[in-house]
């Protein structure tokens, strides 16, 4: 098998030839690190930020990650839009939607300011449509893998709705103060998202990676019953038209998402991720989901890959395969993404034992 007919078959539930891997984010400095193990440092750009490079930075920092991608050789890749970004000043940016991000050297920028403040903001508000540079990175992945599964970044309705608001107290508090408000700007940005969708498959992608995260830790942040009200019948259109172009469409959240993954399920999500470690057990969510969902994720890259050994990430990676990868229907992948924080010689060592014990069907006993 190549590594796109390993990603898709292991995304309907069946048993590739080798456990699939696959990351849905690398980080500018992570991509620079671990991209020095295959192609000389000088054809790399300086680590910055995506949106202060030069064209030419740019598409070095993509030849960086498709020689990681080659040298690894991973079974899929993920695709970014490129829908541009501004910055104002030394720690805030703007971006196309014109939500102002605070920016950071840790982690992504987060949302400061919205453009919708009120219902009238809503009526005024128009999202900019797709084009076709924001699928630059997608189309080249597309042409440079064809034997390889090319993803998708999407940000879902739930993380629209809330960067579009300024911040996520307020659109849960919108789901008990002002339900108008919350559904109308759900109906907008869905709109959108199915639009994006269409066009990423139209583009070659093979899935989407639906982001914004529901969950954190302690579990769910917002109750079933308003996920059912304000996410639900969205997810499902999304999901629906995912399908319909042929494609597969994943769910990403961190945090305790069990209570929610059921009506994930039922959305028609093909797949969950990434399975934190630090609140969900994966062996039992293989054993009580696995029939119906693929399980993406689990290696820990809040402490394990930052500050472990890489003999302690290759067992963690036996570990986890034992538990999530028999009868097929799991990616292995990190428990979030390779941020600026995890050592790339944990990355190396992570991709080398998932190779080494994820064979079908000898997996099981670890050889």
């Known amino acids: 098998m190549n590594g796109k007919e390993r990603i898709m078959t292991a995304l309907q539930r069946g048993v ?8 849905m984010a690398y980080n500018e400095p992570s991509i620079i690190g671990i991209a020095k193990h295959f192609i000389a440092e000088a054809e790399l750009p300086k680590p910055k930020l995506i949106m202060d490079m030069t064209p030419e930075e740019k598409f070095r920092l993509i030849g960086g990650l498709m020689a990681m991608v080659r040298g690894l050789d991973l079974d899929g890749v993920t695709a970014i839009s490129l829908a541009p970004r501004t910055r ?5 940016m703007k971006d196309s939607l014109g939500v102002v991000y605070h920016l950071s050297d840790f982690g992504e920028p987060y949302p400061v300011s919205g453009p919708i403040n009120e219902m009238a903001d809503l009526k005024k508000f128009r999202m900019r449509p797709s084009e076709d540079a924001d699928f630059v990175m997608l189309e080249v992945f597309r042409k440079s893998f064809p034997d390889r599964a090319i993803a998708y970044h999407l940000p879902g309705t739930f993380k629209l709705s809330w960067t579009l608001r300024g911040s996520m107290e307020k659109l849960l508090m919108d789901y008990l103060l002002d339900p108008e408000l919350a559904q109308s700007l759900a109906r907008m940005v869905t709109d959108h998202c199915l639009e994006s969708v269409e066009r990423a ?14 969950a954190y830790n302690p579990g769910p942040m917002m109750s079933p019953k308003h996920y059912q009200q304000f996410i639900f019948p969205y997810h499902r259109e999304i999901c629906a038209v995912a399908h319909k172009c042929r494609g597969k469409i994943v769910k990403h959240s961190d945090g305790k998402l069990t209570p929610l993954v059921p009506l994930l399920i039922e959305a028609g999500f093909d797949g969950i991720h990434p399975i934190q470690p630090q609140c969900m057990e994966i062996g039992g969510i293989k054993r009580e989901f696995g029939s119906k969902v693929c399980i993406l994720g689990n290696i820990d890259c809040s402490f394990l890959l930052v500050f472990g050994t890489p003999e ?24 979030n993404s390779i941020h600026p924080g995890c050592r790339p010689e944990n990355y190396l060592a992570m991709v080398e034992a998932a190779r ?3 064979k079908y069907p000898e997996l099981a006993n670890g050889r």
Not at 88 to 92: E, S, V, Y
């Open 16 to 23: 590739p030839d080798l456990v699939p891997i696959w990351e």
């Open 88 to 92: 104002l000043d030394q720690q805030h």
């Open 201 to 214: 498959f139209q583009k070659g992608a093979d899935f989407i990676i639906l982001e914004g995260d529901l």
């Open 312 to 335: 302690e990430v290759r067992e963690s990676v036996k570990e986890t395969i034992a538990r999530a990868a028999p009868g097929g229907g799991y990616i292995i992948s990190s428990s």
């Open 356 to 358: 080494r014990y994820g």
